[in-house]
């Protein structure tokens, strides 16, 4: 998960903070040691590290924390909107050419997932109305072209391609007319990556960049290389100046390294983050959400962007009524599972509650569970799924066969389903007569 290991070890040393009850200026300064330690392991730029501890250590040691009554809860509430500085303070977002189509071009090095960033970029503007066209300009890479192509099928977003014999500035320039011509307001041009920077490389960026003139270069770096990612920022930046990044595998990325350094050393915002391999894992970048979330405060609002995008409003108000009257089914249960399913990890969900990360500690998610449960209740006849209370023993071993698993294990998901459609039953009629809308529980 996301800075997991830097957002333990940084709870850690607020946690023994305030647990004081006043603090010195040892006191702060002993913890911001910690907290220098912390981020350096996460890899992040060692210069960042030294202004950001200055930054904090310049606020925190004064009259108005040390004498507070609250002083461990200053010090973080100081540290929090230092990380939000660091990252670029508030959302950056896409700009438009005044005159369609606005041209992106997505630069970066092989390996770093551009050509499905490209993709997945192109469908969040698909989302938002505009007509994206892809335009394959990587002529290099074995089947970059097919994988574009693909991606672009999935999303049900067109591709212009003309093979990789030509020049990719000739390409983007033909790419553009047929833009103009198709009437797409939206234009993203790939271009190639290699395995490190070389001259030739970025002299062919520079060139297609002066002939498609495009609005923003956005740099797609795979956040797990850590300083290396601020590295290639930085060379980029130089070169084509940039004018935003897209961290790719930040899901994966338990240090956060490159989310921490890359806007101070390039001074270019993160504009998106992927969080994932899905084709719909692309996120816009809040600084403070992930502030939020790197010191275990959660991020409720993205936890209920979500939540709207994934649940469906009809089914759920379909839902509230069997509840109201007690008709809840495994049907229904399953489908409301495969809706929280949507959202995505578990444990990514959970670590946007305020205060649940602490609270599990080391308790793993199994996300299989889920599965299990699924197989479960998929092996039971649509009559058994809406009407449980058929359920006898020869109909459960049925089950139990037919989904590879014990009649235990069909056992214990009908005991815990009775226990919850009975604790439903009894808070709907908890409900009865008051207003206000009825809160649904996850599952």
Known sequence: MAFESLSDKLQGVFKQLKSKGKLTEKDVKAALREVRLALLEADVNFKVVKTFIKNIQDRAIGGEVLES??????????????????????????????????????????????????????????????????????????????????????????????????????????????????????????????????????????NIKDAAKPKEILLVVDAMTGQDAVNVAEHFNEQLEISGVILTKLDGDTRGGAALSVRSVTQKPIKFIGMGEKLDDLHAFHPDRMASRILGMGDILTLIEKAQDSIDDKKAAELEQKIRSAEFSFEDFLDQMQQVKKMGPLNQLMGMIPGMSQQMGDIEIDEKEMDRIEAIILSMTLEERRNPSILNGSRKRRIAKGCGMNIQDVNKLVKQFEQTRKMMKQFSGMMKGKKGKFKLPFF
Do not use: W
């Not at 698909?126 to 074995?142: E, F, N, S, T």
């Not at 391609?161 to 009437?183: H, R």
């Open 69 to 206: 009554l609250t002083p461990g809860q200053q010090v973080i509430k100081i540290v929090h909107e230092e990380l939000i500085s660091l990252m670029g303070s508030t959302q950056s977002e896409l700009t438009f050419s005044s005159t369609p189509p606005t041209i992106y071009m997505m630069v970066g090095l092989q390996g770093a997932g551009k050509t499905t960033t490209a993709a997945k970029l192109a469908g969040l503007l698909k989302k938002q109305g505009k007509r994206p066209l892809l335009i394959a300009c990587d002529v290099y890479r074995p089947a970059a072209i097919k994988q574009l192509q693909v991606v672009g099928g999935q999303l049900g977003i067109p591709v212009f391609a003309m093979g990789d014999t030509l020049n990719p500035v000739d390409i983007a320039k033909s790419g553009i007319e047929y833009a103009k011509n198709n009437n797409n307001d939206v234009i993203l041009i790939d271009t190639a990556g290699r395995l490190h920077i070389d001259e030739t490389m970025m002299d062919e960026l520079i």
